[in-house]
């Protein structure tokens, strides 16, 4: 046994736990969960799946179903109490993106760079293309036999968190993909790779396009309405494909506030360090190189005396121009950035 993962059952033992994702969990978190839930259930330690939201996009939510994920609403959870230990997945403390509850966070697992303190008594963060790709290494460096729907479903996980080895992919990454491949069910992963937005999403999808705008290979989309994390991700996803775009910005309203989800092409445009500045004092941001999340909350701004959506496009703008202004210190500016507008 490895001492990272002895350090994590000598913190767990004799508690009550618990696998908590971020908030609105998408496949790389629900995987990662699984992973982590199979992975004690072998040390005869029982865990529960708990996560705040919904699972409402059909990657998701098919993925519960294919995989039989069992998993619970904290909202549903009234027994809990600061005896009972909480693992983190694919999320970390004090961010916005993870709600808080009764009992203690003792552990966390992650890939996403650390933006916030929390004293954990066990940390594992390491900086890949998915938290999937960690909890595999697990059972490969432990020498844990992994039963095939554990196995498809951390592969889903990853391919989905690295858009097919695509995004912020790593040597670690690629060695798990390849490790996983051979255990894995590849026709389940066929079909959950086709079933990716539900026809009731279609009506704001095609509504977050026409508000499509792009500023010198910066593209933004504002979804007026409550969304879901997925959709405002898949929307991000689609404006980084556009020929004119090198950087993406999709945000739109969830709860009391807006939540963004931030794209990038390229390497001197790091979405996580940008979308941290673009977003200081207003809210909170951050993530990899690639690919970014915030959130805004209007408790911050109702007293503001500006249009906070020419705000937003100027913070980023602002914070993209100054990452391009370091490159070109040490490098040639990448030239034929052209302002344009979708409409």
Known sequence: ?????????????????????????????????????KLLSHYKIKATIIYQGSVAKASTANMVIAFGISMVDLRKINDMTPDDYIITVDAQMNTSNIAET???????????????????????????GSCATIVADYFFSNGIELDRTTATSLMYGLKMDTENLTR????????????????????????????QMEFSELETYVKAIQTIKIYDGVGFSFIDSEVSDGLIATVCDFILQLVEVHFAITYGYKGNGLKFSVRSELDYLDAGNITSNALEGLGTGGGHAAM????????????????????????????????????????DPLAGFQKENIT
């Not at 004799?14 to 982590?36: C, E, K, M």
């Not at 912020?168 to 389940?188: I, K, P, S």
Request: glycine share 4%; hydrophobic share 40%.
């Open 168 to 195: 912020g992919v790593t040597e670690f990454d690629a060695e798990m993909f390849y490790r996983l491949f051979y255990l894995c069910n590849n026709d389940a992963l066929k079909t959950l790779s086709n079933q």
């Open 1 to 37: 046994m490895t001492q990272r993962l002895q350090s994590l059952l000598n913190v767990l033992e004799g508690h009550r736990v618990f696998i908590q994702t971020h908030n609105f969990p998408d496949p790389d978190a629900l995987a990662s969960a699984l992973g982590v839930q």
């Open 292 to 331: 970014a999340g915030g959130f805004l909350s209007f408790d911050t701004v109702k007293d503001a005396d500006f249009d906070l959506e020419e705000e937003i496009v100027n913070r980023f703008l602002n914070a993209v121009y100054f990452s391009r202004a370091l490159q070109d210190a040490l490098t």
């Open 102 to 128: 009764n009992g203690t966070v003792v552990a966390c697992i992650d890939h996403h760079p650390t933006n916030a303190h929390f004293d954990y008594l066990f940390k594992d963060v390491r900086i890949c």
